[in-house]
Nanobody
Framework: QVHLVESGGGLVQTGGSLRLSCAAS????????MGWYRQAPGKQRELVAMATNGGITNYADSVKGRFTISRDNARNTVYLQMNTLKPEDTAVYYCNYRDVKLGYWGQGTQVTVSS
């Protein structure tokens, strides 16, 4: 069992920045992928960014150049630095952890970008 605790969401104006954090605890395998998804009202959940423990990253086209995902493997923590935020980035952001056996979701944190 893996427990994910997210933090860092909030309200920001267009062009602003936020940093999300997600800490994993429990039975965390050393080989894993952690990332962020988001879900806006009336839309499907979509990948924002992901990073493997080995440093491989992947981003949605809509956030490339604005968001940066990073990890602290010693702390089993993943971060999402979000810059130049736009109103269309408004969503609930969910942390995701998966390893060779199972996947887990965080409870979600709201990000609201006002125009």
């Amino acid at each position: 069992q893996v427990h994910l605790v997210e933090s860092g969401g909030g309200l920001v104006q267009t062009g602003g920045s936020l940093r999300l954090s997600c800490a994993a605890s429990g039975v965390v395998f050393s080989i894993n992928t952690m990332g962020w998804y988001r879900q806006a009202p009336g839309k499907q959940r979509e990948l924002v960014a992901m990073a493997t423990n080995g440093g491989i990253t992947n981003y949605a086209d809509s956030v490339k150049g604005r968001f940066t995902i990073s990890r602290d493997n010693a702390r089993n923590t993943v971060y999402l630095q979000m810059n130049t935020l736009k109103p269309e980035d408004t969503a609930v952001y969910y942390c995701n952890y998966r390893d060779v056996k199972l996947g887990y979701w965080g409870q979600g944190t709201q990000v609201t970008v006002s125009s």
